[in-house]
């Protein structure tokens, strides 16, 4: 399921095909049974119809509130890492030699991996482990080199050297955590589930077929469903984390590099 609701259309077809073949499915029954030529069962069907709409209304409401912060702190998270890393590689300048040239160097390897990390498809499992074993050992190469220039000296400019590592380490780990942090599956379960049974309750409440009123409410709920997942999603569909911090920097550090050759 998880697969499906990393494709923001596909989530968009599905929904509406099944909330659509659930309305029409409650509509024939209610026909066979005639069930709204009651005046009383049919005022009580439409309360539970408007009940059930109310009840979906909430579900969303609140998966919008768990969806927007979200997409906001990965988005937040791709300047501080950015800015982390350049302070690390302007601090890392006061470094003696040869620690120097060697963790410089690491850190224009460390912008590349980063880069890679935001511009790469990661949604495969097997691809994000890759990338996350390539920042880890980079990180232990870049920490070893501090601790050598430490055991030799330890001065305040020293000291802020291992803080901006640290910094840059710290918010690394954090935006693997935020992109990682997606809405559970369970969520997207039971709000599936009641737009079901709302979309049933739209078809069994209606006494003669209207296809706005059968179509309109699986398409909306489609296209709600559709953007929650879009937004969930960090590296599919319309809506992208904008990834200029660290394109920026990338480039720096590439159009640096072909300066020195």
């Not at 969806?67 to 003696?96: H, K, W, Y």
């Not at 955590?177 to 559970?184: D, G, I, K, S, Y």
Request: hydrophobic share 50%; with cysteine; aromatic share 8%.
């Amino acid at each position: 399921m998880r697969f499906l609701i990393d494709e923001p259309w596909l989530v968009f077809m599905t929904v509406c095909i099944a909330l659509l073949l659930s309305s029409l499915l409650g509509h024939r029954l209610a026909l066979s049974t005639h069930i709204n030529d009651d005046s009383h069962y049919h005022e009580h069907i439409t309360g539970l119809r408007e009940g059930l709409f109310v009840l979906l209304g909430l579900l969303l409401g609140f998966t919008v509130a768990i969806v927007l912060p979200r997409f906001d702190e990965r988005r937040q998270l791709v300047i501080e890492e950015a800015n982390a890393i350049g302070t690390s590689m302007l601090r890392a300048e006061i470094l003696p030699e040869p620690q120097r040239s060697k963790t410089l160097q690491l850190l224009r390897e460390y912008v590349v991996v980063r880069h890679d990390f935001a511009t790469e498809t990661l949604l495969d499992r097997s691809a994000l482990n890759r990338e996350t074993q390539r920042t880890k050992a980079l990180q232990v190469q870049l920490w070893q080199q501090l601790v050598e220039v430490m055991q030799q000296s330890q001065t305040p400019a020293i000291a802020t050297c291992i803080q901006a590592l640290n910094d840059t380490i710290d918010v690394a780990e954090k935006r693997l955590a935020a992109l990682e942090n997606r809405v559970p599956l369970t969520v997207w379960l039971i709000i599936f589930i009641v737009a079901v049974f709302q979309s049933f309750a739209t078809g069994f409440s209606l006494k003669k077929r209207f296809w706005f009123s059968l179509a309109m409410t699986p398409l909306v709920i489609a296209v709600v469903m559709a953007l929650l997942a879009d937004l969930d999603s960090p590296r599919t569909g319309l809506i992208r984390i904008e990834q200029g911090s660290m394109e920026r920097l990338y480039h720096d550090v590439t159009d640096a590099k072909s300066e020195a050759r």
